[in-house]
């Protein structure tokens, strides 16, 4: 009868066991709709795992300088140094929850002396070792741990996610940088002409073969290139700061190549180095399950779900009885009135059950809380599955407009250079204003400047993509 009663109670203890489901794992959610990059044109989509996001950051920026500083300030930035404290930190918690198993042990010496009326002092003494340890019958440890794991993947996607912003905007400041250069370099240029121009009107002028309206007109264009000249270089040290802010050093010059020595990698692309830059032809995006797999916001987005799943499991658990062992083992010369010397070996243990009965509602409100907070961190996750999918809409459409914008201004700069050389021809044999040379000056190097600050922008757009697919961050 005793052997049937106590299967009895086991059968019924794991039946309940089964039935609460305090020991269920939670399940990563790996789905996204099939539309989740919306509509967009000329999308490559690749389906056999060479997606543009599943290339290492080395491999997508080909630019050595630019790969020196990436590297320089992944290992210097205090936001990534942050991260990775944060990451020690839930290490630290988890190891803490994995060693929640194990019993705790205490050394506690107790001396007494006491003395009654006349009676001689009464010395006492106990060398205990003292044990506890809580059996984990319904599950309480074993969500909590498996919470802390959950916290810590967070926390490793939440330095990825850090470390990929940091990859991001430092490539997009290098390539700031060289449009930078390459728009100084027009400007300069066109000072060199312009200026020339100017003293060309002041000598015929000066011959009375001009109006002063014209020199002044010449000069006022000439003037506002050399302004644009200063506010470019202002613009220049401004983002070189910028860098050496996500370097955390002083103010100090950037080294880089310049601009199109090194187009991001599209190794099938021919042709203008602007072009292979942003051409959505050589972009492979793709499909949306993948960028689920590697996106950190999303990855961490899960990772909260998880662990708000073991934190209700682990408020279920609350409800059944939690259950402890204590034991105490050492040499003591207290024997209950009496005091023996030497002392002597004791032992003892102690077994409890503690069943919650009214606990003022407070563990039905703490499972209703994580319930909640399960619920709201659902829709957060699929809110951020939206929103990645609208980065990588908003991205593909940036680098089409690019793209087609380019061979625009390309050939816009082709026919302004040629109205320009014309124009000035027209006016040296004095079929021609200075008024229409000066309108054709202003309108190349407006068309100049232009088309490289386009190309930037494509570029801007292609980097942006590959963030938006989970591009620089490790594979899991």
Known sequence: MKKQSAFFVAAAVSLLLTGCGVYDKYTQKNEAPADAFGTTQDINVASNGNSLA??????????????????????????????????????????????????????????????????????????????????DVFGSLTNKKRAANAVLLQAQMREEAIRTNLISTTAQQYYMLQVLDRQLEILT??????????????????????????????????????????????NIRATENAICRLLAVAPQHINRNKWGSSALHHPDAKGNTGQRMFDTQFLKIGVPASMLELRPDIRMANHAMEEAFYNTQAARSAFFPSITLNGTGGWTNSAGAAVVNPGKLLLSFVGSLTQPIFARGRLKANLKINQLTEEDLLQRYAQTVVDAGNQVNEAMADCQAAREKHQFYSRQVEVLHEAYT??????????????????????????????????????QAVIALYIALGGGTTVP
């Open 189 to 234: 240029q066109t000072d060199s002409l312009w200026n020339a121009s100017l003293e060309m009107q002041k000598t015929l002028w000066e011959n009375g073969k001009a109006y002063s309206t014209a020199v002044n007109q010449m000069e006022s264009s000439y003037l506002n290139v050399k302004a644009q000249i200063v506010d470019t270089r202002r």
């Open 54 to 135: 599943t290339m290492s950051w080395r491999e997508f920026f080909t630019d050595p300088v630019l790969q020196s500083l990436i590297d320089m300030v992944l290992t210097h930035n205090t936001d990534v140094n942050s991260a990775r404290i944060a990451v020690e930190k839930s290490e630290a918690s988890l190891k803490m929850a994995r060693m929640a198993y194990l019993p705790s042990l205490y050394f506690s010496p107790q001396g007494t002396m006491a003395k009654f009326d006349d009676n001689p002092w009464s010395k006492t003494y106990n060398l205990p070792l003292q044990l506890s340890m809580d059996v």
């Open 422 to 459: 014309g124009t000035h021809e027209l006016m040296d044999n004095g079929k021609a204003s200075y008024l229409e040379v000066l309108t054709a000056q202003e309108s190349l190097l407006n068309a100049q400047l232009s088309e490289a600050m386009n190309m930037y922008k494509g570029a």
